[in-house]
C-alpha cells in the first residue's frame, strides 16, 4: 500500500472541499482507510474511515453531517467530501490504511500501518 493524498487548498469558512487518496501499491483489500488531521500544535485527530470490504463508515464527532467518506473501487481510491467547513479545522489531512482494523480501533491512529503524506487545508474566516 502506498497512500497519496490530495485535493487541499484554501477556501473560505462554509466551502466545500474533496480530498483524494489513492493507492499506488497493491489493493485496499481487507484494509480500512481512514482520514485523520493534525493542526499546529494539536493531537492528530480522527476524522473519518471506511472499510473497503461492505463500505462500512465511521466518523468524528465534529463532523458528522458534514463530512462524508467514500470509496471507488475501480481507481482504488478513497474520497473525503468536507462541506460547511470551519475555520478551526485548518489542518494537515493524512490517509492512512490498515490491515483487519477492528471496530474498537478504527478511531485510533496506532491502528494504521500505511500512511499519506498529508495535503494542507486552509480555512479562512
Known amino acids: 500500500v502506498q497512500l497519496q493524498a490530495s485535493g487541499g487548498g484554501l477556501v473560505q469558512a462554509g466551502d466545500s472541499l474533496r480530498l483524494s487518496c489513492a493507492n499506488a501499491g497493491g489493493t485496499f483489500n481487507t484494509y480500512a482507510v481512514a482520514w485523520f488531521r493534525q493542526a499546529p500544535g494539536k493531537e492528530r485527530e480522527f476524522v473519518a474511515a471506511i472499510r473497503w470490504s461492505g463500505g462500512a463508515t465511521y466518523y468524528g464527532d465534529s463532523v458528522k453531517g458534514r463530512f462524508t467518506i467514500s470509496k471507488d473501487n475501480a481507481k482504488n481510491a478513497v474520497f473525503l467530501q468536507m462541506n460547511s467547513l470551519k475555520p478551526e479545522e485548518t489542518a494537515v489531512y493524512y490517509c492512512?490504511?490498515?490491515?483487519?482494523?477492528?471496530?474498537?480501533?478504527?478511531?485510533?491512529?496506532?491502528?494504521?500501518?500505511?500512511w499519506g503524506q498529508g495535503t494542507q487545508v486552509t480555512v479562512s474566516s
Open positions: 492512512a490504511a490498515g490491515r483487519g482494523v477492528i471496530v474498537s480501533s478504527m478511531r485510533s491512529s496506532n491502528a494504521y500501518r500505511s
